[in-house]
């Protein structure tokens, strides 16, 4: 049932945006040449509009509105629009004052909507005025010509491009995009965390489990995920700031610790979770074996907006076209069936649940108890984004150490494979012993817990400075003489820690960012200065690396996601 529900939903969908012009016949320009101007019609599609404001006219780089002619605007008593075709003319006489080796780039900008509420995002298109011997042509300006710096200020960022791309394409085409979009998520660090929390919940079933309702579990949970990243990302569009980083303080994460710490317990058998006999009695009546499915679709709503809150390029390119174009329902949708693809390994788990486990037995409660430990370790890691690392290595090795003593690693093994599973927990013991000795000599890393012994800290290690407001982060780029790196972080983002750990630990990248001036804004804690830097830059939340020559943002070459040091150094080569 749920199934043809959600296939409804799409198709539903579908029709409603069916009838959707396409950018290309919803703006129609045309420009021509004739003996005193350039003209460019616009011609629109039927109930299609431009804003007055968003509409801009570049002739050689330089702003011209306010040198031509533009028609007569409306006032809709919000917002001034053009509401019909009309053409622009540009003097030749205009043009010759600004040919450069007898050609100069006209560059028009502009956004529209239709008048059912459907809003395209921005467009631009580039014409390239040639003069041979007096002979004036315009044709569009082709981008395989461009061969200097400057010529790539008409790409786009990664995220720009596949909110662009959003827009252009058909919407089942979209539909299966940004599917392939989540699948490629999955395999980073943001649905990792989800793992043990949904094993524990199958595992918690325990008897009666087989392939088919492992399935259904995990159905559900992923449902409710996509379903959180949908709602979260269309209301971050809309009020400018991203759910999951105000979901980040020691009130919302130490609740939901809280709950991982009870269900931890519960798999220790200290106490059963179930809902008071009666009302289990009446949901059993209604509907068989359908017991637990709202906690798990809760577990797995709740999930996505605390556990991963991660901005990789193709969720912010959705968020992106969601603000820019006003069309919610199309962007919702979006992020939906990316969380669907997101959720593909958690499905994989549920349906193998059934056929890879053995039957029921001891065994059982003994799994059951390391999900426990695993649930502890959770909590842990959700605390630690607000507590910082010395509690985290602190719990993780508390945690390891009973785990150990736990599973015996202390304790007489004959059989072979109880030695076996003794020298791994004994490894497990001295592991955790390294953690909370590590914790106290101030290393940071679990992987590298004694790294705190060497005194010596690393003067190679890249050197940010912060700022408080926007108007100081404005006036150091607007008077830095170097290029300008700008970090958005934040410590409970995952991806900013990778970017930390193993971006810029790259010794060619910091030898590439010698001649930078280093910019860092956490904004981890949040708070409304942190909120109108992220506004201002169009962005939701971290991780975002920005970079800026002369002022200007170099917009094609801005990094929203994890991005590796390869990569990253490509992109510091078209710094010049």
């Known amino acids: 049932m749920f199934l043809k529900f959600l296939f409804s939903i799409i198709l539903f969908a579908g029709s409603l945006f069916a009838e959707v012009l396409d950018v290309s016949k919803a703006f129609v320009l045309t420009p021509s040449v004739d ?17 007055k404001e968003s509409f801009e006219i570049k002739l050689a780089g330089k702003k011209i509105n306010e040198l031509l002619n533009l028609p007569s605007s409306e006032n809709t008593g919000e917002y001034e629009i053009y509401p019909k075709d009309f053409s622009i003319f540009i003097p030749l006489n205009l043009v010759k004052e600004n040919l450069s080796n007898g050609k100069a780039i006209l560059d028009i900008n502009y956004q529209g909507c239709a008048k059912n ?11 390239e005025i040639t003069d041979q011997a007096g002979k004036f042509s315009i044709a569009t300006f082709k981008k395989e010509q461009k061969n200097d710096a400057d010529s790539f200020a008409e790409e786009f960022s990664s995220e720009q491009d596949i909110a662009n791309r959003l827009g252009d394409k058909n919407f089942f085409i979209s539909l299966l995009t940004f599917f392939g979009y989540g699948l490629l ?41 996509s379903l959180a990243y949908a709602l979260a990302g269309v209301a971050a569009s809309l009020l400018g700031f991203g759910i999951a980083g105000a979901l980040q303080n020691i009130y919302v994460l130490g609740a939901f610790a809280a709950i991982f710490v009870i ?16 009302f289990e009695n009446l949901i059993s009546k ?13 577990m797995g709503f709740a999930s996505a907006l605390i556990v991963s809150p991660c901005v990789a390029a193709p969720l912010a390119g959705a968020l992106l076209y969601i603000a820019q174009s006003g069309n919610v329902f199309y962007g919702g949708i979006m992020l939906f069936v990316m969380g669907l693809g997101m959720g593909v390994p958690l499905l994989i788990i549920g349906l193998s649940s059934g056929k890879l486990l053995p039957k029921p037995g001891s065994w059982m409660d003994e799994v059951k108890k390391f999900f426990g430990f695993l649930m502890l370790i959770m909590a842990v890691w959700i605390l630690a984004r ?29 059989q072979s494979w109880v030695k076996f599973k003794k020298a791994f927990f004994i490894l497990v013991f001295i592991y955790s012993v390294m953690l909370i000795v590590g914790s106290f000599l101030g290393s940071k890393e679990a992987f590298s817990p004694l790294s705190g012994l060497n005194l010596a800290k690393s003067d190679s290690a890249l050197k940010f400075n912060s700022v408080k407001n926007l108007d100081e982060l404005n006036e150091i780029i607007k008077n830095s003489t170097k290029p300008v790196l700008v970090d958005f972080y934040a410590d409970w983002c995952v991806s900013c820690k990778e970017i930390e750990k193993i971006t810029f ?28 830097m992220l506004r201002n830059f169009g962005l939701i939340d971290p991780p975002a690396l920005l970079l800026f020559n002369g002022g200007d943002e170099l917009k094609f070459l801005r990094t929203i996601g994890f991005i590796d040091a390869k990569n990253f150094l490509a992109k510091l080569e078209k710094i010049k």
Do not use: H
């Open 263 to 278: 269900l931890s317990f519960s798999m220790f058998g200290f106490y059963d979770i179930k809902l008071p006999a009666k």
């Open 286 to 298: 209604k509907s068989q074996n359908s017991s637990g499915y709202v906690g798990i679709f809760i």
């Open 117 to 127: 509420g459907i809003c395209y995002r921005p467009q631009s298109r580039i014409y």
């Open 505 to 532: 630990k790259d010794s060619d990248v910091m030898d590439a960012l010698a001649n930078f001036a280093l910019i860092r804004i956490d904004v981890t804690n949040g708070g409304s200065q942190n909120d109108e």
């Open 185 to 225: 998520l999955s395999l980073t660090p943001c649905v990792f965390p989800m793992i043990p929390i949904l094993s524990s919940i199958i595992v918690s079933k325990g008897a009666n489990l087989n392939a088919k309702k492992g399935f259904l579990l995990s159905f559900i949970y992923v449902v409710a995920m």
């Open 35 to 51: 003996s005193q101007n350039v003209e460019v019609k616009f011609n629109f599609g039927e109930n299609i509009y431009l804003y």
């Open 386 to 414: 607000v507590l910082g690392e010395f509690f985290e290595l602190l719990g993780y090795g508390i945690i390891g150490v009973f785990m150990a003593v736990y599973f015996g690693a202390f304790e007489v093994a004959e």
